[in-house]
């Protein structure tokens, strides 16, 4: 990733920043507190290894298979593991499942606590202060800014992960996808529909 | 501690810049990211003290920095404290020390990454509170690590579901003692929140340490 990717982003860091980074590192490497293979690990690990796709596998397994729904939504921590999924930041896992008639979204105001082993890291725009702040206390506003303009009858639920329960929201099925296998409707599934900010559709 | 780290309700800062997607915008915050994790696997803080680091940074820094800044201002800061750099070589970056810690090997990093670090304890008490109970948040205004976000102080709810005994974040972050309280998921309404600010037909579920609320 370069630093010149077209992003756009208010706060711009110096560069002074990347020097006091690779200070701070090559320090750390001379002093044999870090190891450099060990960066790479971790930096590989959440960059390419572990994502929103392990969400998206739980979702779709949930939709086919009845029995797994119900454990998953019952205890999700052991019903994710079932899939291969655990570890930091998935510790203690919860589901909640969208419904007609309810609509979940996960946020955490105090700093960015997200359900790592089923969804990767979060995007830029999770940790930023306009989703932070104005999630709880405007959830439909900020739900139709992602394009979910939910009818004024269903309940809005905002989870704040403030202590260490991870949540993960269990979207509905789109109409129309019945006879998808569970590979198809996994591929239906992004981060964003289980962070809670949109809805699963065919497009 | 209430800092600008406690953002729930906070007005003025524009609409979500959906355009963010990515985990990370700079390699440097990918350095950053990684140095921090491998860092904390040398059982030097945990995991609320380094979320206690990052709520100390200046304010008005914070509100300007961006996410991984935050990241590298408790780094540094927590290195300094538990003393496993010192202040001259934060600022020169030549190691003029050394240290009995021993880096995590990335055989010891794959453990923790898949296996993580449970936080619930065997429950020793009995909860106070039972499931659909009325709560209030207590008042307060603590200057050290909490997990209570302001925009709930004093607002009632009602006790959604019971999680066990966990480690008591407050402590955890002052002590490293690993003290059990009960863990409760509270529902707030919307309105019992914002008043008549809040949104039709909303609610928000937070996750409270039982020395955070009382009964009404």
């Known amino acids: ?203 | 501690m209430n800092g600008a780290h406690d953002l729930g309700g906070k007005h003025g800062f524009g609409p979500i810049d959906q355009s963010q997607t990515e985990n990370f915008i700079h390699q440097w915050e990918e350095t950053v990211f990684g140095l921090t994790l491998t860092c904390g696997m040398l059982g030097q803080w945990n995991l609320d003290q380094s979320r206690f680091a990052r709520e100390r940074t200046d304010p008005v820094h914070y509100l300007s920095s961006t996410y991984y800044e935050h990241w590298l201002h408790g780094l540094e800061l927590l290195l300094v404290e538990t003393g496993m750099i010192s202040s001259d070589e934060l600022s020169s970056g030549i190691a003029s020390s050394k240290t009995k810690l021993s880096a995590a090997n990335p055989e010891i990093v794959q453990t923790i990454i898949y296996s993580g670090a449970p936080t619930q304890l065997p429950e020793r008490t009995t909860n106070r509170f039972s499931l659909n109970q009325a709560v209030k948040v207590k008042s307060g205004n603590p200057k050290t690590h909490t997990r209570v976000p302001s925009y709930v102080k004093g607002v009632a709810g009602t006790i959604s579901k019971l999680h066990g005994t966990h480690i008591y974040a407050d402590e955890h972050a002052m002590s490293g003692n690993k003290v059990p309280e009960h863990l409760y998921c509270v529902r707030f309404e919307g309105e019992d929140i914002w008043g008549r600010d809040a949104e039709p037909n909303s609610c928000v579920f937070i996750d409270l340490f039982e020395p955070y609320l009382t009964s009404i």
């Open chain 1, 1 to 203: 990733m370069t630093e010149d990717n077209g992003h756009k982003h208010h706060h711009a860091p110096p560069s002074e920043i990347e020097e006091r980074v690779k200070k701070l590192e090559s320090l750390l490497v001379d002093k044999k507190l870090v190891d450099p293979l060990s960066l790479d690990l971790l930096i590989d690990t959440y960059q390419n290894r572990v994502g929103p796709r392990n969400g998206a596998a739980v979702v779709a397994h949930a939709w086919t298979n009845v029995d797994y729904r119900k454990r998953l939504l019952q205890d999700a921590t052991p019903a994710i593991m079932e899939m291969g999924y655990a570890g930091r930041q998935g510790e203690h896992m919860v589901c909640v499942e969208n419904t007609p008639e309810i609509h979940n979204m996960v946020v955490c105001t105090l700093c960015s606590c997200y359900p790592w082993p089923v969804l990767g890291l979060p995007p830029t725009w999770y940790k930023a202060s306009s989703y932070r702040s104005r999630a709880v206390s405007e959830p439909r506003a900020v739900l139709k800014e992602f394009g979910t303009d939910l009818n004024p009858d269903v309940e809005v639920r905002v989870w704040d992960s403030t202590a260490e329960i991870r949540y993960l929201v269990l979207p509905m099925q789109p109409a129309g996808t019945e006879n998808y296998t569970e590979e198809q409707l996994a591929s239906l599934v992004t981060r964003d529909t289980m962070i809670g900010v949109t809805q699963v559709t065919l497009n």
